[in-house]
């Protein structure tokens, strides 16, 4: 079995409306924002090497470095290949800042965004920019209403209640 069929398996048996639950995933947040800071406050250092090494180098249990990797691989410049590694797979750590902010933003994981290790990366301005885009990601905006005695946008010429409509 892969480590990420191990961490889905382990991770998602806790029931967030348990106490069990909420303990775990508390510290799970905990253990990923602690590797989030050490990683934004390093954005020159090539984060390269084994799973395996790479969670002895953040301080991690390995479990938990494979549930870090799961979240930050649609951040990452070249994902890896998450599905079918092992603790010797090679990963890297290298990540689009603003692709990164906006997954967080999504993730609504504010514990992350709100990092101050963010500030000297991506100004605040550009910040406030992400987060607006992807809240308005979610937006739906219906188009106008055409109402059933308007001319039918199809340009027949018709009524839109004689035309198009019928089949609305």
Known sequence: MGLLKEWRDFAYAYDMN???????????????????????????KVWEGSVEELAKEFDTELKYFVGFLDGINDSLITPNP????????????????EKLYYNMVAAEAD???????????????????????????????????????????CGSGKKYKKCCGLNA
């Open 111 to 153: 514990w992350l965004y709100n990092l101050e290790e963010w500030e000297p990366l991506l100004t605040k301005d550009r910040r406030k920019e992400l987060y607006k885009e992807q809240k308005n990601s979610k937006t739906i905006v219906k188009g106008k209403k055409i109402g059933r005695n308007e001319p039918c946008p």
């Open 82 to 97: 998450i599905e079918e590694m092992d603790k010797d797979t090679v990963v890297s750590l290298a990540y689009d800042k």
């Open 18 to 44: 348990t106490r069990s639950g909420q303990m775990f995933w508390a510290k799970y947040f905990n253990i990923e924002k602690e590797i989030y800071q050490k990683l934004l406050a390093n954005p020159d």
